[in-house]
């Protein structure tokens, strides 16, 4: 079974500083990797997606993540962080063939803190 | 219009009463997702829409009754509501070819059962 694994709660950085987010997944093929932001009470909005290609990819909001193959990893990062940014952070895998469309699974989410 | 709506933004209800949720896309986008998210958690599946057919359930009880009366629209009918309902309810749109589980989300309606 496919699952992500998000090992930071909770973050706490000063704006301005970069950011690392980590995320790892279990898949048995290559998956459809996403970053979500929530802001409190508000929808996911995502930042970015890795389908194939390119294993740097670039989103909205200055972000990026990387993947990587063998760590089975998809790290979120932005070289400086503002106040706005401050919100929940959850990245997600979905399969990439197959009928089990729909079915993404997420991990359990950063709460990101940012300090003036 | 990449937007997904979702009304109410609120909604407070009594166990005994029957309320609906509403969610609207206009994306041309034939999968629509019902999800439930409580506090400080992620998102849970409850729904699929394929095409204006249920294709998946997540074993929600039957006191949650979807409808999806035509390609931009998906319902969710509560009734019967138990406190431990109280969550956001997201729902979420995507197209049905690959890559089909990229999803856009609405903002949810916050539901509180008293």
């Known amino acids: 079974a496919q699952s992500v694994t998000q090992p930071d709660i909770h973050i706490t950085v000063s704006e301005g500083a970069s950011l690392e987010l980590r995320c790892n997944y279990s898949y048995g093929a290559t998956p459809y990797l996403f970053w979500y932001v929530q802001s409190p009470g508000q929808g996911l909005q995502l930042l970015l997606k890795y389908f194939s290609g390119d294993t740097l990819v670039q989103g909205i909001k200055g972000f990026e993540a990387e993947f990587k193959r063998s760590q089975s990893s998809f790290n979120l990062r932005k070289p400086s962080v503002h106040w706005s940014d401050a919100a929940e952070y959850f990245c997600a895998v979905g399969p990439a063939g197959g009928t089990s469309y729909g079915k993404l699974t997420f991990g359990q989410g950063t709460i990101l803190t940012v300090h003036p | 219009d990449t937007e997904v709506t979702q009304t109410p933004k609120h909604l407070v209800m009594g166990m005994t009463n029957k309320k609906s949720l509403k969610c609207e896309q206009h994306m041309g986008h034939r999968a629509m997702y019902w999800y439930k998210q409580k506090a400080k958690k992620p998102p849970e599946l409850m729904f699929v829409?394929?095409?204006?057919?249920?294709?998946i359930n997540e074993s929600v009880p039957s006191r949650f009754s979807p409808e999806c009366p035509n390609s931009s629209l998906l319902n969710l009918h509560l009734h019967a509501l138990q406190p431990e309902d109280s969550a956001l309810y997201l729902c979420?749109?995507?197209?049905?070819?690959?890559?089909?589980?990229?999803?856009?989300f609405g903002p949810g309606t916050r539901l509180t059962v008293l």
């Open positions: 829409y394929s095409y204006e057919k249920l294709s």
């Open positions: 979420a749109s995507s197209q049905l070819q690959l890559p089909y589980n990229e999803q856009f």
